[in-house]
């Protein structure tokens, strides 16, 4: 009896794509390590690095990148902003959605395609994550005052067996 665990899968193939307006070799080198580095830890297939630069059609790079591609999985992003600015970006999530075209980013949120990927963190600005801000001292008993001076729970004391 075999496991399906056990049996050989292709893993799913993904398309990188940088936004490169002024890209230099070792800007252009770094980026498709992280991009091959987030692959090899998704056991993702990354079987092109598309490079957008300032010649390349904007209209055009989504449409040309799926009729290349028909099987393709998903795109993989460092970030959001490597899919375009502004309108460029809802334009091209809402055709990778339409092609069954999975997004994924390297940092940052995918999200729904309306959203920028921002994230509300729950804490008040200016606090730090995991600590908590110390609020007023209170006694305890509801702050009981006896002979003028508050009440303030006085310290357990040491148990003396007989």
């Known amino acids: 009896m075999n496991l399906t665990e056990q049996l050989p899968v292709a893993p799913p193939p993904v398309a990188g ?6 890209a230099t070799q ?3 080198g770094a980026l498709s390590a992280v991009l091959t580095e987030f692959c090899a830890r998704r056991e993702l297939h990354l079987t092109k690095v598309l490079t957008e630069d300032s ?6 790079v989504i449409p040309d990148l799926i009729a290349a591609h028909p099987n393709l999985y998903g795109i993989v992003l460092p970030s959001l902003t490597h899919l375009g600015a502004g309108h460029w970006r809802r334009d091209r999530r809402q055709q990778l959605t339409e092609a069954g075209i999975q997004v994924l980013v390297v940092r940052g949120s995918a999200g729904p395609p309306g959203r920028s990927g921002f994230r509300p963190t ?5 606090t ?3 600590r908590r801000q110390r609020g007023q001292a209170t006694p ?3 702050g009981a005052a006896i002979d003028g001076e508050r009440y303030w729970r006085k310290p357990a004391q040491a148990r003396v067996d007989p």
């Open 122 to 126: 729950g804490r008040r600005p200016g």
């Open 17 to 22: 794509l940088l936004r490169l307006p002024a």
């Open 26 to 28: 070792a800007r252009f």
């Open 128 to 130: 730090l994550p995991g």
């Open 140 to 142: 305890r008993f509801g």
């Open 55 to 60: 010649g390349t059609d904007p209209e055009r």
